[in-house]
């Protein structure tokens, strides 16, 4: 007993040194990062949000069973390790009395049987994992693994020690059976019931040493694991649940988070580039959350798997990005953890780590590939599938602002769209009262609003720079007008009076611009009085501007009841205002715009107007709602080059083409746009049928209300 004992605490102590220091190193290097003041201001203020996202986060593994099998086989693992902590209690207690028990509930033949059951649990969620890696291997498979890139062979030897941890636990319960020290009653653990028959012929002299060497061997699995899991991915099973607590809510999508200098928001007149963050330029300008983001990716590789960039051939995979910095991190940690002084006497590799800059190519040396970086269409799949709430888009745009304002290293062709904001609010540089043309085209009035917004006036409709000035989104727009006449809803508009909300410029990392636009903006819309609590909605057409002005302008003061056309729409339609009475049918699919979906989890409108519409067969795309794919138009993207790859909106549209649609719909004037690009290129090509229509889901409702063949035709002019 003595020795087993001494054994046992012996190891303990070691492993809890080593683990420690790691851990204590870990939190420092967090630590170098920027204060984060607010998440913990956030997390504090609402206990309830956090234990809700603890429950159903960590405990509930809601995100990773959205992928059954492997979701499933996660969650086994994970309940296994939860209620096996038991025997590990059990093992210590062996280690100072044979006989030892959990006071309480040791003898409970309940908990024997749960103990059994959970370690054979394991075994399955392991064999599983097995056949998920081999089946992925991207040795065989390429980039369409999710887990291209990540570190395999941590990962099998992962496996393999949750393995050992599972085999030395049952063998030494069962050898516990055959010398009379088992706590449960006989036959409840049924597993190891079963591992005791095959050792009982070896006698209760061999057993009783099989109980000692494997008690010990099941400590030093587990304490050799708690050692490895501080060095590798496995980390997660630490962070994930502090990660989770500190992440924005809900889930870091929808609005971008303002800039940030030292905890602080920045002021742009008072914010000098000498002493401020402008963005983040070096990986300790990342605030402490992003540090423990990096330290947190369990590198599963979803996040990389709905990502349309790498779908498409780009070189950005978000979870790629998001090793690229923790490596860096830990590469340069004993630069940022030394203080001026030590930092002159460290390796050479430690100081060419140091000196690295953070985006640059490979000429540079840099950690993030501006290709990489430029990649992204801010669609939110990465973040929305990641199980451990790691907030790419911040990352990626904290790095871009950092390019754009302080580097002025930007993809130049979107120099011009920056200009024409600035000059002109708005993208195409055209003149303001263009933005009202659009009214001359209707057979009735709407009222342009200079200042205040008329009493009798419930609606200001925002119609956004591509609704008013773009040729095919303009129909859409013309489309809801006449659909909110039709339904007698009274709506003003700004007309030359509205700019652009500034998502292109800030997407972009361009946040001085955003600042101008939106501080004119929100000014525009305090004077026309439909701010908070003064009973006007403002309607959004554009989820990018519905995004922007309901959910970024906050940022700025500016407070407003914001409704996406698509909800009014329904809303409409289900009180009988509108009525669809004409058949249209067609076989239509959906397309959902990443910023009124997953950003902002609007899914049911749209698809509730094509239902209203007689006749119609509406069939989805396999990636759909939650796990839709981007057409490729945000993050500025619209504005950028599309120069590597398969393109975004082609292969988007590829798949609404297996469905053999005779339209598809969508409910965004980027997605328009880009999936009609996308449409013509395939009739073009012959590889889509002349008459496959890209159309608004208010152009399908005003065909079916106002009975007229010849909307289709007006259109089509
Ligand atoms: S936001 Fe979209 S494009 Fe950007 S990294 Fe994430 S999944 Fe890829
Ligand atoms: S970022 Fe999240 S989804 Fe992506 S590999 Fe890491 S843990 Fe998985």
């Given amino acids: 007993m003595i020795v087993r004992m001494v054994i046992g605490l012996v190891l303990t102590a070691a492993a809890f040194a080593v683990a420690g220091r790691r851990l204590w190193w870990l939190k420092r290097l967090a630590f170098s990062g920027q204060p984060a003041p607010e998440r913990v201001e956030?997390?504090?203020n609402n206990v309830v949000t956090d234990l809700k996202a603890q429950l159903t986060e960590v405990f509930g593994q809601r995100k990773l069973l959205k992928w059954s099998v492997p979701g499933a086989a996660h969650a086994l693992t994970f309940w296994g390790f939860i209620v096996l902590l038991l025997t590990i209690i059990e093992a210590y207690g062996a280690l100072f009395s044979r006989s030892f028990a959990i006071p309480g509930i040791g003898h409970w033949a309940a908990i024997g049987f749960a103990e059994d059951f959970f370690a054979v649990a394991v075994l399955a969620g392991l064999a599983t994992f097995t056949v998920i890696r081999l089946r992925n291997d991207p040795a065989k498979i390429g980039r369409r693994s999710r887990f291209d890139g990540s570190h395999l062979n941590a990962a099998w030897l992962t496996l393999g020690l949750i393995f050992l941890v599972i085999v030395t636990l049952l063998v030494y319960r069962g050898a516990q059976e055959n010398t009379g020290y088992f706590p449960y009653p006989h036959g409840w653990a049924f597993a190891s019931w079963v591992i005791a028959q095959i050792l009982h012929p070896l006698g209760t002299g061999a057993n009783s040493v099989i109980e000692t060497t494997?008690?010990?061997?099941?400590?030093?699995?587990?304490?050799?694991?708690?050692?490895?899991?501080t060095y590798s991915k496995h980390l997660h099973i630490f962070l994930a649940p502090a990660n989770i607590l500190f992440s924005r809510r809900p889930g870091g999508l929808g609005p971008l988070e303002p800039m940030r200098s030292g905890g602080?928001?920045?002021?742009?007149?008072?914010?000098?580039?000498?002493?401020?963050?402008?963005?983040?330029?070096k990986v300790e300008d990342f605030a402490w959350k992003g540090l423990l983001d990096m330290a947190t990716c369990t590198e599963c590789g979803r996040c990389q798997s709905q990502c349309p960039a790498w779908a498409t051939g780009k070189p950005l995979s978000p979870k790629q990005l998001i090793l690229d910095l923790r490596d860096h991190a830990f590469a340069k940690a004993p630069w940022l953890l030394a203080d001026e002084a030590a930092r002159e006497t460290l390796p050479p590799g430690v100081l060419a780590e140091a000196g690295r800059p953070?985006?640059?190519?490979?000429?540079?040396?840099?950690?993030?590939?501006?290709?990489?970086?430029?990649?992204?269409?801010?669609?939110?799949?990465?973040v929305n599938e990641c199980p451990v709430d790691i907030e790419h888009i911040d990352h990626i745009n904290g790095m871009r602002r950092h390019q754009v304002l302080i580097e002025s290293a930007f993809p130049q062709e979107a120099q011009t769209m920056l200009k024409n904001l600035e000059r002109r609010g708005n993208p195409w540089g055209l003149a303001e009262d263009k933005r009202a043309e659009w009214i001359t085209e209707l057979d009735f009035e709407i009222p342009v609003i200079d200042g205040r917004i008329p009493e009798d006036i419930e609606y200001l409709y925002w119609v956004g720079c591509a609704g008013a000035l773009e040729d095919r989104a303009k129909k859409a727009t013309k489309a809801t007008a006449e659909l909110l006449h039709a339904a007698g809803v009274k709506f003003a508009v700004l007309g030359p009076a509205e700019a652009c909300t500034g998502d292109p410029a800030r997407r972009l990392g361009d946040e001085f611009t955003f600042s101008g636009l939106a501080q004119q903006n929100v000014e525009t819309l305090n004077d026309a009085g439909v701010g908070e609590g003064s009973g006007k909605k403002v309607i959004a057409s554009c989820p990018h501007c519905f995004n922007t002005l309901s959910r970024e302008y906050p940022q700025l003061g500016g407070n407003y009841e914001v409704i996406h056309h698509t909800q009014l729409l329904a809303h409409l339609v289900e009180e009988g205002k509108l009525k669809p009475v004409t058949s249209i049918e067609e076989k239509i699919t959906y397309h959902d715009p990443c910023f009124l979906g997953r950003h902002n989890q609007i899914y049911t409108p749209p698809r509730s107007i094509i239902d209203a519409v007689p006749g119609t067969q509406a069939q989805e795309m396999h990636r759909c709602k939650g796990k839709g794919f981007c057409c490729g138009a945000g993050g500025a993207r619209m504005w950028l080059e599309e120069r590597t790859g398969k393109r975004i909106n082609?292969?988007?549209i590829d798949e609404a083409l297996a469905l053999d649609p005779d339209t598809v719909s969508t409910a965004c004037p980027y997605c328009m746009v880009m999936l009609g690009d996308a449409v013509n290129a395939k009739k073009a090509a012959g590889q889509a049928k002349d008459t496959l229509e890209v159309i608004d889901v208010s152009q399908l409702l005003v065909r079916a209300i106002k009975l007229r063949e010849e909307t289709r035709e007006e259109e089509k002019a």
Avoid: H, M, S
């Fill in 214 to 229: 494997f008690i010990l061997l099941q400590l030093a699995v587990v304490l050799g694991f708690l050692v490895f899991v």
């Fill in 358 to 382: 953070l985006v640059g190519g490979t000429d540079a040396g840099g950690v993030i590939d501006p290709e990489v970086l430029w990649a992204c269409t801010n669609c939110g799949a990465c």
């Fill in 42 to 44: 956030y997390a504090k």
């Fill in 650 to 652: 082609e292969e988007r």
């Fill in 264 to 281: 602080k928001v920045l002021d742009f007149e008072e914010a000098d580039p000498d002493t401020d963050l402008f963005g983040f330029g």
